[in-house]
């Protein structure tokens, strides 16, 4: 006789399974015990998980809302904290820090020294993305790496 409804038929057998498993009167105690742990163990984990990733949520949301404020301000910023930027931003982007010399005059950038003709576009790109520059004076002498 053909079965009509061969998943229905799977899924009772499996719940079957499943109860002799847990109520087994020799080990059920046991397994239902484990299992019990286990929910408690991951729903700990699963609200940990859910707090950490809502912190980060939230912390992502404020530096997206600081960074449109400061767009939409244009605020100017004081030059000896626009040199420290542009050295720090600097520094992540050439191989030579100690061969440039950078200054800054109301929020006009002034780089010069000796850069490997590879890094000069990065580096200008680098600098033109930091808050406060209004303007990039390239003295720059570009040499061979």
């Excluded at 019990?36 to 912390?59: C, Y």
């Excluded at 100690?98 to 790109?125: A, K, M, Q, W």
Aim: charged share 30%; net charge positive.
């Amino acid at each position: 006789m053909p079965v009509k409804n061969p998943i229905a038929t799977i899924s009772a057998g499996l719940i079957g399974a499943g109860l002799m498993y847990l109520l087994d009167p020799v080990m059920g105690p046991r397994r239902r015990g484990t299992l019990r742990d286990k929910l408690i163990h991951f729903s700990r984990v699963g609200k940990r998980a859910t707090n950490n990733t809502a912190r980060d949520l939230g912390n992502r949301i404020h530096g997206v809302v600081a960074e449109a404020r400061h767009i939409l301000n244009r605020e100017s910023v004081n030059d000896d904290i626009l040199v420290e930027r542009v050295r720090s931003r600097v520094g992540r982007v050439v191989s030579h820090l100690g061969s440039l010399e950078i200054s800054v005059n109301s929020g006009r950038v002034t780089l010069s020294g000796s850069i490997p003709d590879e890094e000069h576009d990065r580096l200008l790109r680098a600098v033109r993305e930091i808050r406060g520059v209004n303007e990039i004076q390239d003295r720059l002498q570009r040499r061979a790496a």
